[in-house]
């Protein structure tokens, strides 16, 4: 069993196959999926698609691209949609200093915002952080994230950003890029990142694994990034797809993970391995 930790079904590139896409990734062992609303004109599309499904969850927030759109109105209807018990995390929020489509100090301000309401709504956060790490970095203590904790997703900083992610009560998740014949650097980092710590996501449509790169992602494809996952951190696949989807469970509070089970997660992650 896996979980994609991370997808956006409500994106048009699924509109025309959405229930075959679902049906793949459950024969191909995805029990769970999570689908990112990223923007106020998807939130609802999300929801419905969660609602509609026991097997997909939903994950709503405004994506740092759209910072620069939150008005007064969106955070009364965020919270308000957010109080659903299909809504799992806040997110994707953060900052974007790659493509910058929002400016730079508004960013910063509505992740600021963004952390504070997921403290008051008791939801953790799904992070993007894309060449802004220090500025993220200093965010997330400032803004006492560690009250809610949360997941960085498609994570790209380094081994020592990671380290301190996981102390404040952080997941780290693994994209397909991880399957990319050039992250060579990204997989040392994995390997040293504790198995306890680790996602593993699609953020379907984009970042395709290998042998499918090029081509649109979708949720049954996170198999080959766990595969790689599993190669990395040298331990048979099964385990693999075990420890990540119990740590899914665990950082999402799905309803259905066995109280045994989560006794034995709790422990603190260890650092001894690999390090
Ligand atoms: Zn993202
Ligand atoms: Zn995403």
């Known amino acids: 069993m896996l979980i994609?930790?991370?997808?956006?079904?409500e994106m048009p590139e699924f509109k025309k196959d959405l229930e075959a896409v679902i049906q793949r990734a459950k024969q191909s062992g995805v029990e769970y999926i999570f689908t990112v609303g990223t923007e106020r004109k998807d939130w609802k599309r999300a929801l419905e698609?969660?609602?509609?499904?026991p097997s997909i969850y939903a994950i709503l927030g405004v994506h740092p691209h759209n910072a620069k759109e939150i008005d007064d109105?969106?955070?009364?209807?965020?919270?308000?949609?957010?109080r659903g018990g299909k809504v799992k995390a806040l997110g994707e929020i953060g900052l974007?200093?790659?493509?910058?489509?929002?400016?730079?100090d508004i960013q910063l301000k509505r992740f600021r915002e963004q952390i504070g309401l997921a403290r008051e709504l008791?939801?953790?956060?799904?992070?993007?952080?894309?060449e802004a790490h220090q500025e993220a970095m200093e965010i997330l203590k400032s803004e006492r994230a560690e009250e809610c904790g949360g997941i960085?997703?498609?994570?790209?900083?380094?081994?020592?950003?990671?380290?301190?992610?996981?102390?404040m009560g952080f997941y780290i998740s693994i994209p397909g890029s991880i399957t990319f014949k050039n992250a060579e650097g990204f997989r040392e980092i994995v390997k040293k990142i504790p198995l306890e710590s680790l996602l593993v996501e699609t953020d379907a449509p984009f970042l395709t694994p290998e042998p499918f790169r090029g081509k649109r992602n979708e949720p049954s494809y996170v198999?080959?990034?766990?595969?790689k996952v599993a190669e990395i951190k040298k331990v048979p696949f099964e385990k693999l797809a075990e420890v990540t989807t119990a740590n899914a469970m665990r950082v999402y509070k799905l309803k259905d993970f066995g109280k045994g089970e989560e006794a034995r997660m709790?422990?603190?992650?260890?650092?001894?391995?690999?390090e």
Not at 73 to 82: D, H, M, Q, S, V
Not at 155 to 165: I, L, P, T
Not at 223 to 227: D, F, G, H, L, V
């Open 96 to 104: 974007d200093f790659f493509r910058n489509l929002s400016p730079r």
């Open 49 to 53: 698609i969660a609602n509609s499904h």
């Open 73 to 82: 109105g969106t955070y009364p209807i965020l919270k308000e949609l957010c």
């Open 122 to 130: 008791r939801l953790p956060i799904v992070v993007h952080d894309r």
């Open 152 to 167: 960085i997703h498609c994570f790209s900083g380094n081994y020592e950003m990671a380290k301190v992610c996981i102390e």
């Open 266 to 274: 709790s422990e603190a992650p260890s650092f001894t391995v690999g």
């Open 223 to 227: 198999r080959y990034t766990a595969q």
């Open 4 to 9: 994609d930790s991370h997808a956006h079904l």
